[in-house]
């Protein structure tokens, strides 16, 4: 591990050495145990050998040998960007954490604003409403003592006498 890299970065080159000697002992033991068949079938039933040979190696050799060749080189494709592209998802992961909680931040004080405003408003309505009451009551009050005065006359004077129409 470099002074300058950290555990971080240095743990994915550690799994990719390990990765590599389990994709060489893999190949090796199943290159291994193919010869070894077909050794046994030589040896002890040969013409099953050669059935074995015509039919699998001859029909299908190109077509096997490049499903391996594909097989082995998803493999190694797997191995080399599977790691990148999981600190990737992590990364993205950990940033649209990040981004949820900044928006219910948001929210959740968009949500305590409003209710303020919805409680002071509520409040301030009210009042207002129960202001306009009293006010309207007052000027009922003055309108019913205004047209009492008006019938009354004014106070301390007697009132003249309506004048006498004839009929």
């Not at 992590?90 to 931040?105: G, I, K, Y």
């Given at each position: 591990?470099?002074?300058?890299s950290s555990?971080?970065?240095a743990?994915?080159a550690a799994a ?6 389990y994709?060489k002992a893999t190949?090796?033991?199943g290159a ?10 030589l ?19 190109p077509?096997f040998v ?28 950990v ?5 949820a ?6 929210v ?20 207002v409403e129960?202001l306009h009451?009293?006010?309207e009551?007052?000027?009922?009050a003055l309108?019913g ?7 009354r ?14 009929l």
């Amino acid at each position: 591990m470099n002074s300058n890299s950290s555990p971080v970065e240095a743990a994915p080159a550690a799994a990719k050495a390990g990765n590599r000697r389990y994709l060489k002992a893999t190949l090796a033991g199943g290159a291994g145990g193919l010869i070894a068949v077909l050794v046994f079938l030589l040896e002890q039933r040969p013409e099953l050998a050669q059935v074995l040979i015509e039919r699998i190696l001859v029909a299908w050799g190109p077509q096997f040998v490049i499903v391996l060749i594909l097989l082995a080189f998803l493999y190694l494709l797997a191995d080399r960007y599977a790691p990148r592209l999981i600190s990737a998802q992590r990364e993205t992961t950990v940033a649209l954490q990040s981004l949820a909680n900044s928006v219910d931040r948001l929210v959740a004080r968009d949500n305590s604003f409003q209710r303020e405003q919805d409680v002071l408003l509520n409040h301030v309505a009210r009042r207002v409403e129960a202001l306009h009451k009293l006010l309207e009551n007052h000027h009922r009050a003055l309108n019913g003592h205004l047209a009492q005065l008006s019938r009354r006359g004014k106070p301390g004077r007697p009132r003249p006498p309506r004048p006498r129409t004839a009929l």
